[in-house]
């Protein structure tokens, strides 16, 4: 899939890359690879999305590799945050569920690349070098769910639910109250008052017909906001 905007690096000097990734073992093996690789250059890398804000704007390095389940503030937030600041900065998502939910929203943020984690190394490497020279990326199991009208690109069959009726703030409570934080633990995350989250969680909860923290934590995991 072609994309008209230009790669911005040199072919005289390595990509520079930042990895963000909670797991630390994830996180190091694919710093340690992408190191070993030829052009690449790793400079950084983070363990949540909320730490890669701060750390990318000041790097401003040409591309970053982003897990999508992660603590705190979301992933897509995120890109759209240092898009702010660094609009030249790239980002390939990779995640190891594919789920329609994750691929629409990588799609509204206009990421550059969609990977999972299942393809391996030789595929991130490839994904890397592809949306460098100017081209959108996604794995064979995203491109098969997606159709393409001119530059407009869309998932052919859209999840419908009523996730769709919540607002980012609300969205991004749900999944934080899914992964077993309380109230209070969120609150805190999300940079709000306890009374604010409070409010949320109760519109939240009408909105989706759901009112016990168990049957929250399986709609989130269903609806691919968190992993189970």
């Known amino acids: 899939m072609s994309d008209t905007s230009s790669s911005g690096v040199s072919a ?3 990509v520079s890359i930042f990895v963000v990734d909670d797991h630390g073992i994830v996180r190091d093996g694919i710093s340690v690879m992408l190191s070993r690789e030829k052009g690449f250059n790793v400079v950084g890398v ?3 999305a909320d730490e890669a804000i701060s750390k990318v704007i000041e790097l401003r390095p040409d591309l970053v590799l982003m897990d999508i389940d992660m603590p705190g503030i979301s992933c897509f ?8 600041r ?3 900065t790239k980002f390939i998502l ?3 569920y594919e789920h329609d939910e994750h691929i629409e929203q990588a799609l509204r943020v206009k990421v550059n690349g969609f990977v999972t984690k299942n393809e391996g190394m030789g595929a991130l490497s490839e994904a890397i070098r592809n949306v460098m020279n100017g081209r959108i990326h996604f794995s064979p199991e995203v491109m098969n769910r997606l159709v393409v009208h001119g530059k407009d690109v869309q998932l052919e069959h859209p999840p419908k639910s009523r996730l769709k009726t919540l607002s980012t703030r609300e969205r991004e409570l749900l999944r934080i109250l899914a992964r077993g934080l309380s109230l209070k633990e969120a609150a805190s995350v999300l940079g709000i008052s306890y009374k604010t989250a409070d409010k949320q969680k109760a519109s939240l909860m009408a909105k989706l017909d759901i009112h016990d923290r168990v049957e929250l934590a399986r709609y989130a995991i269903r609806e691919g906001l968190v992993e189970p």
């Open 12 to 14: 005289s000097r390595p």
């Open 46 to 48: 983070a363990e949540d």
């Open 77 to 84: 937030d995120a890109v759209q945050i240092i898009r702010s």
């Open 86 to 88: 660094a609009s030249e």
């Open 94 to 96: 990779v995640t190891a």
